[in-house]
């Protein structure tokens, strides 16, 4: 066995002990000086692992057996963990998931962000760890060496799908509309099925976004609209605004509110939940947030205004940043469900004396997995910065 990790081979079985959690999942040990990543394993475990790749710096090696074990760990409740890569964490008890995600938030907001004193609040959890996600998708494989068809979720290779007759994460109506695309499944593979439970009292065409936690949504909604309250903005913007959920719950909190987003079927989705609930302080225009930043900002220049952006995963544009720093409204809050690129986003907004992180709210959007909702909320603290 080796001891100081240079000469590790590919098939090598090595002992382990876990002394960390890295974002995405992975139980980070050593052998010798080389990191090795593990998955699912607990912080504090001795394990025994196959290497499976090295590299200069690292390796990464699959879970043979636990040796010691955690008394974090805990039975999984779906038989496919660990061969579909829907789920990271089910091996964890949920109080401990709370913790990893709070430790893995922190950690990326001092090494990505530079944000080492950010304020970051306890994750916020979800009353069903299981069976709360409202919208799935499934996809399909043609096996050949067994000449069927294999429907499910693409397995934690990353190379083939997992065959799978329910997801534990899923809501029940869902896996019974599962049970009946598996009864008439598309004719080919290579095809993706979106399975989705409505959103009661909300328009939602198929494929546009809506958060697919229903159990947490409230929680989220009230942190949000109790960041905004403390601001006491008169004015609002959410950019990527979907079908106009965050504007449309804030809309009593503002004299008036504009939303934009480039999905131009969910504009008129927006437009329509706006009229269902007899909404008349606001609007919504199609367009990419990005193009429409500096213009919406610089419409009412010295009104107290905050900005509400809950961008794709990939986060906002290091161009679209610098019009908001230099249209600087006086409150930023940002929703994002990825706190990597939420982190690096952060330090552009807060560089040279900018916004100010006031504080950060996780909340557990997403149980069992490695993604968490984070709701930031920053401040303008610096000087004027001409808007040309």
């Not at 001092?110 to 979800?126: E, F, K, N, S, Y």
């Not at 990939?314 to 019009?323: E, F, I, K, M, W």
Request: some cysteine.
């Amino acid at each position: 066995m080796a001891t100081d990790g240079t000469s590790l081979a590919v098939g090598q079985r090595v002992n382990v002990t876990i002394h960390d959690l890295a974002f995405g999942g992975e139980g980070v040990g050593r052998v010798g000086e080389l990191v090795v990543f593990v998955p699912f394993v607990c912080v504090g475990e001795e394990v025994q692992a196959e290497i499976t790749e090295v590299k200069k710096k690292f390796a990464r090696a699959r879970l043979v057996n636990v040796l010691r074990p955690s008394p974090d760990r805990v039975q999984p409740r779906c038989r496919y963990f660990g061969q579909c890569g829907g789920c990271q964490y089910q091996h964890l008890a949920y109080p401990a998931q709370l913790q990893v995600k709070h430790k893995q938030i922190r950690d990326l907001f001092q090494r990505v962000g530079g944000l080492a004193g950010a304020v970051i609040d306890p994750v916020v959890p979800c009353s069903e760890p299981y069976g709360y996600r409202n919208r799935i998708m499934v996809r399909t494989q043609w096996n050949k060496p067994q000449q069927r068809l294999e429907l499910g979720f693409l397995g934690f290779d990353n190379k083939f799908v997992v065959d799978i007759t329910e997801c534990a994460l899923a809501e029940p109506i869902l896996n019974e509309q599962l049970t009946q695309v598996r009864a008439k499944p598309p004719p080919r593979g290579g095809l993706k099925v979106m399975l989705r439970v409505a959103p009661e009292g909300w328009v939602v065409p198929n494929d546009s976004f809506f958060q697919n936690n229903f159990f947490l949504l409230p929680k989220l909604v009230e942190t949000v609209r109790a960041r905004l309250r403390e601001a006491g903005s008169r004015r609002l913007i959410d950019a990527y605004c979907g079908v106009g959920f965050f504007a449309l719950e804030l809309a009593d909190l503002v004299e008036s509110f504009i939303g934009v987003e480039y999905d131009r079927l969910a504009i008129n989705a927006a437009k329509a939940n706006m009229t269902r609930r007899g909404i008349k302080n606001g609007q919504f225009v199609s367009g990419p947030a990005e193009d429409y930043l500096g213009g919406l900002l610089a419409r009412h220049p010295g009104e107290p205004t905050t900005l509400v952006i809950d961008p794709p995963r990939t986060g906002v544009p290091p161009d679209a940043l610098q019009r908001i720093r230099r249209a600087h409204p006086q409150q930023v809050i940002y929703v994002s469900c990825h706190p990597a690129t939420l982190a690096r986003d952060l330090q552009i907004l807060c560089a040279e004396g900018g916004y100010e992180l006031v504080k950060v709210t996780p909340h557990d959007m997403f149980p069992q997995t490695q993604h968490v909702e984070c709701v930031a909320d920053l401040r303008w603290k610096g000087p004027e910065i001409p808007s040309v």
